[in-house]
């Protein structure tokens, strides 16, 4: 799961409006959440191992991207369009990051595949949207 989440970090530092990325650790939970904004945060989860031979393992993983951001202007039709416009890039972020992961594969991964996008209201102030994705892989540790 290391190389995975390495990989992730590399893919996610390559998109410029992101401004801090990290596994996720229940930063957002604490009062005055340590992160630059927008944050990536994330989280990686094997759902299911099975046998390939003794030592080694297929396992089908997700992980999520949780994106935070902070402070967001208005949206509402009533608001000018530029102001709009400017609260949007939050949207633009989303589908940066969606474009970013979804297809990429390596020797080591199979193509990462997005599942599902959610809102989540975790904490006043902070605008969350986790995206899940799925890949797997074939895990060597007890090779080794």
């Given at each position: 799961m290391e190389d995975l989440y390495l990989m992730l970090v590399e893919l996610l530092n390559e998109i410029p409006e992101l401004r801090y990325v990290d596994l996720d650790t229940g930063q957002i939970l604490e009062e005055q959440p340590p992160l630059a904004y927008p944050a990536a945060l994330i989280e990686i989860d094997m759902s299911s191992c099975e046998d390939i031979q003794d030592n080694i393992q297929q396992v089908i993983g997700y992980f999520s991207v949780r994106l935070v951001a902070k402070g967001l202007s208005e949206?509402?039709?009533?608001?000018?369009?530029?102001?709009?416009?400017?609260?949007?890039?939050?949207?633009?972020?989303?589908?940066?990051?969606?474009?970013?992961?979804?297809?990429?594969?390596?020797?080591?991964?199979?193509?990462?595949?997005?599942?599902?996008?959610?809102?989540?209201?975790?904490?006043?102030?902070l605008k969350v949207f986790a995206l899940r994705f799925d890949t797997s892989w074939h895990d060597y540790t007890a090779n080794s």
């Open positions: 949206t509402n039709g009533l608001a000018p369009e530029g102001v709009r416009r400017k609260s949007l890039e939050w949207l633009r972020l989303q589908e940066k990051v969606y474009k970013k992961l979804q297809g990429y594969g390596t020797d080591s991964f199979y193509p990462f595949s997005r599942k599902s996008g959610k809102n989540e209201n975790l904490r006043k102030g």
